[in-house]
């Protein structure tokens, strides 16, 4: 089945074009939050934290929401969270220095947690939809749009942002998130929604005593949280006004790495999604290790480390589907938001912590190509996780 044949599925094709856009608009207007904190002389932590609040929300209220997808009607819910978006997002506009960061970082909080919120959500609904290879490939389409979105969007806001201006950026960020919208009044959705008689207090026990009661789960839950290793934000910007502000403006240096990685984000599930399986999984781990300790060694060089980010990129899209898969097909479905907004938090939680890892160590004065090359021996260790783990529950 070919990524256009699952596309003909009217649930799969409208959810992909709400995501294609409303992720365009979240990476369109995320150079214009870097930029806006560093024009503002923003430090290494302030930075690192800026990063790390997109990622606390899943880390923080995944219990809550994981009750909350298991509960509520998807559609109503998604249209909710679609008008937090933009709310927030509008809300960008009124921040003009560092004395209102943490409105900033409130406001990304907020925005975040309904992000998070509807991401899980839509993982959670799509083993209830669909299976097999149809719902492998709704993850690695999602992850190509995901990917596609990154690069776009990176490069077009860091242009945009450096032409006309980081409030401009929240503006055209919030019409996009509201295009979102009228789309989501057209989905037609048919799907059994679970009654639970219990309380949300016997459900957060239920799905906590399920997700410890299956080790094999819980490993591959951190399997796919080391992708959190990945999380290159701190990094991407800390390179852009350290080493390359010289040669090119910040805004279009962070754009053009982060799109530059995107794309290899987004061509890679088309080579790498074919041959990956649970018997060599554990290679792509150790080319994701070596890739990200080749980025170190050239970031020297602009240019170069576009190469190498190139390359960094081509992996992360399969092993994230990939490990997710894993997890999907592992769950019991009326478990399923539960433990998909448990996986998150894991996920967001290796998030969170690689990205203060980086601003406290950058802060340490630890040169950022050790910090990069830590990250990625990181996966090497992934790799004899995993070896571990194939031995004991494949």
Request: overall charge positive.
């Amino acid at each position: 089945m070919t990524y256009r044949e699952t596309l003909k599925h009217p649930v799969v094709a409208r959810l992909s074009l709400i995501q294609l856009i409303s992720y365009f608009g979240t990476w369109f207007s995320q150079v214009a939050i870097f930029s806006m904190i560093v024009s503002f002389g923003a430090d290494e932590m302030t930075i690192a934290l800026t990063a790390a609040m997109a990622m606390l929300p899943a880390v923080i209220l995944a219990p809550i929401i994981g009750i909350v997808i298991d509960r509520i009607d998807f559609k109503k819910m998604m249209l909710v969270l679609l008008l937090v978006e933009i709310s927030a997002t509008i809300g960008f506009i009124f921040i003009n220095s560092l004395a209102f960061v943490w409105i900033l970082m409130l406001l990304i909080f907020i925005r975040s947690a309904a992000a998070s919120m509807l991401f899980s959500a839509e993982m959670a609904l799509f083993p209830k939809l669909l299976k097999g290879k149809m719902l492998k490939n709704t993850n690695e389409i999602h992850s190509i749009i995901w990917s596609f979105t990154y690069a776009s969007g990176m490069a077009v806001g860091g242009f945009v942002t450096y032409k006309i201006g980081f409030d401009t950026a929240f503006m055209l960020d919030a019409l996009l998130y509201t295009i979102a919208v009228l789309l989501l009044l057209g989905l037609k959705l048919t799907i059994e929604q679970h009654t639970f008689v219990a309380s949300n207090w016997q459900l957060f026990r239920e799905g906590f005593a399920y997700l410890k009661s299956h080790k094999k789960l819980l490993h591959l839950i951190l399997l796919h949280a080391s992708l959190g290793l990945t999380s290159f934000d701190a990094l991407i910007t800390l390179l852009a006004d350290h080493h390359y502000k010289e040669l090119i403006a910040v805004p279009l240096s962070i754009g053009i790495m982060n799109a530059t990685r995107a794309v290899g984000l987004m061509i890679g599930p088309f080579f790498i999604g074919r041959i990956i399986h649970k018997e060599n999984l554990h290679w792509f781990f150790l080319l994701q290790g070596s890739a990200i300790i080749l980025w170190s060694q050239f970031e020297y060089s602009f240019y170069l480390a576009l190469v190498s980010l190139f390359v960094t990129g081509f992996f992360i899209t399969t092993l994230w589907s990939y490990t997710y898969l894993l997890i999907q097909e592992e769950t019991e479905k009326k478990y399923m938001g539960r433990v998909i907004s448990y996986n998150d938090m894991f996920f967001m939680l290796s998030n969170v912590l690689t990205a203060l890892f980086i601003g406290y160590a950058a802060k340490q004065s630890i040169s950022l190509e050790a910090i990069t090359a830590a990250l990625g021996i990181g996966f090497l260790l992934v790799a004899l996780y995993y070896t571990w783990f194939k031995q004991r529950y494949l």
